[in-house]
């Protein structure tokens, strides 16, 4: 073998090396970031004790608080006729404070709307003499974005189809829609979030579905038995779960606010 031949050897022999130690580390890289992801299994935000939901989510990233939902501006000196003239279509107007909403169904509010709200506030302070005191503008987005993302992960709505039937009004006092469907049949849709008791209006969502007759199927049009009817309810405690995590009860004026 020649220095040639043994050089080259040697030097794909350190290429295959560190191939194998980058691949080591991106696996390792990869096993963490998944542990944080998903190592609290998700029922766990489930019908757990809080205690031990707190535990389990302290190994993920931590879980926003349902403040995060509101900009608050103090403001002293400006009347609050002044204030709900100026900011009471799209900011709640309270007591020597002004606050936005940053959070809804429609995502987080963007950095310019936070600016633009809150160069407005002082505007107005300014043009009263009065003083002004808000939050620090990046933590308050960086809160709202991520309970924007906790809330996009249970804002669940949980449809149940029945075919061959004509459709239904929905009656008086039923905690779910009933909607027709355009090729018939009706659609029973529950809204988990904004559902003050989920797993009564689920039951009482399958109880119709089963008065009504026909078939019942998904989304997809596969038929719904026992098993999967149960699965689905699972699922919805799980939310339930998740949704007191964050300290959000569902059906609670802040769930409604949050999901609309």
Do not use: W
């Amino acid at each position: 073998m020649t220095d040639l031949q043994l050089g080259l050897l040697v030097i794909g022999a350190a290429v295959v090396a560190g191939v194998l130690v980058y691949n080591r580390v991106q696996e390792r890289a990869v096993g963490r970031q998944a542990q944080r992801d998903f190592a609290a299994p998700h029922a766990d935000v489930l019908v757990e004790p809080q205690a031990e939901v707190r535990a389990e989510t302290a190994q993920r990233e931590p879980a926003p608080s349902a403040p995060a939902i509101d900009y608050v501006v103090q403001v002293h000196g400006v009347p609050r006729a002044v204030l709900e003239q100026h900011f009471g279509a799209k900011a709640r107007v309270d007591e020597a404070q002004v606050a936005l909403q940053m959070v809804s169904r429609r995502g987080a509010v963007s950095e310019a709307e936070l600016l633009d709200f809150r160069s407005q506030v002082e505007a107005l302070a300014a043009a009263h003499g009065a003083q002004v005191s808000a939050p620090e503008m990046r933590a308050a987005l960086e809160g709202a974005r991520a309970l924007d993302r906790a809330c996009a992960e249970v804002d669940i709505q949980i449809a149940l189809h029945v075919t061959g039937v004509a459709a239904a009004p929905r009656s008086a006092g039923e905690p779910f829609d009933t909607l027709p469907r355009p090729e018939g049949g009706v659609t029973l849709l529950l809204d988990v979030p904004r559902s003050a008791d989920p797993a009564g209006a689920y039951e009482a969502m399958v109880s119709s579905a089963r008065r009504l007759g026909g078939r019942l199927v998904d989304d997809n049009g596969n038929g719904l038995d026992e098993r999967a009817l149960a699965a689905i309810g699972a699922e919805l405690q799980a939310t339930r779960g998740r949704l007191a995590e964050l300290g959000i009860e569902p059906g609670s004026p802040l769930a409604l606010r949050l999901f609309a």
